[in-house]
């Protein structure tokens, strides 16, 4: 049956991977026709030194946009 990978960058503390997973369930088997408990959801956390995002590290971008800092 359907499986979900969602990839988001780690330390995401705004993020609720709990409702995001129900959310993303629910949406999947409402348009696949299928009961939620057929859609499997995997969520990855990825250090923003290993993403990037039009050449531009993750890193770079969350400094220059003033993302993240306390």
Do not use: F, H
């Amino acid at each position: 049956m359907p499986m979900v990978r969602i990839e988001v960058w780690d330390k995401n503390e705004a993020l609720s991977k709990k409702k995001l997973a129900k959310d993303v369930t629910k949406v999947v088997a409402d348009n696949v026709k299928c009961p939620e408990n057929a859609v499997t959801v995997i969520i990855t956390e990825v250090s923003k030194d290993n993403w990037a995002t039009g050449g531009e590290m993750a890193t770079d971008y969350c400094q220059r946009m003033g993302i993240g800092k306390q």
